[in-house]
């Protein structure tokens, strides 16, 4: 049982496109967190939210709490965006998706 | 600026060798944390520290140990390599419980 799934798993984006990514989560939060992992292996951290929704850049994550939902949006997608995208769920510990991997085609 | 450091970044081990993996942060976290991390699986939690001189275990804790004798380190031991412990591990610290984390960038290790 997985308490976090995303979707879709693997992604292939021409550059300029728009691009979701979904999370659902089964456990009640304190706050669900978009991580960010580069082919080099490190992982960043892009949002942590716990309601409403957040912007940094061409990036926005949103949150649905009735509906245990949340979606990573980049706009006008760019090669280096290429990364594995993480969802997390933060309670008195954390849950991670297993990541959405992100390739945009120039 | 630092952040979390972790040492080493690639090690092979042979069945039943021993290893310590080092990680130092340097932004006074109370919450430290070691994953690993396997194709086609969540980051998975090994042992975690809630403050110095405590640990507790994770998700996936057999045939490791940890020690936090000073807060800003975390130490990763693996007494009795086995091929089954191959992966990538990540170090990440964390100001509270549920605050954003920060990793380190991870230490490929292979057990043959």
């Known amino acids: 049982k997985n308490e976090v799934e995303q979707s879709p798993q693997n992604l292939t984006a021409q550059e300029g496109e728009f691009i979701t990514i979904n999370c659902s989560y089964s456990?009640?939060?304190?706050?669900l967190h978009w991580l960010q992992q580069h082919p080099g292996g490190g992982i960043v951290s892009l949002f942590m939210l716990s309601s409403g929704k957040k912007k940094h850049g061409r990036l926005i994550a949103t949150i649905n709490i009735q509906e245990k939902h949340s979606s990573l949006h980049i706009t006008a997608s760019h090669p280096r965006d290429s990364a594995v995208y993480i969802c997390?769920?933060?309670?008195?510990?954390?849950?991670f998706g297993t990541g959405t991997s992100l390739t945009v085609i120039p | 600026n630092a952040g979390v450091t972790q040492t080493p970044k690639f090690r092979v081990l042979k069945t039943g060798q021993s290893m310590t993996l080092l990680c130092a942060q340097d932004?006074?976290?109370?919450?430290m944390y070691w994953y690993r991390q396997d194709p086609g699986m969540g980051l998975r939690l090994i042992h975690y520290?809630?403050?110095?001189?405590?640990?507790a275990k994770g998700e996936v804790p057999d045939g490791y140990n940890v020690s936090r004798l000073k807060k800003q380190n975390f130490l990763l031991g693996l007494e009795s390599a086995a091929p089954s412990q191959t992966s990538v591990y990540f170090c990440?610290?964390?100001?509270?419980?549920?605050?954003?984390?920060?990793f380190g960038n991870g230490t490929r290790l292979t057990v043959t």
């Open positions: 997390a769920a933060s309670t008195n510990q954390f849950y």
């Open positions: 520290s809630v403050g110095e001189g405590t640990t």
């Open positions: 990440a610290s964390s100001y509270e419980g549920f605050s954003p984390l920060h």
């Open positions: 932004m006074n976290h109370e919450y």
């Open positions: 456990v009640g939060i304190s706050a």
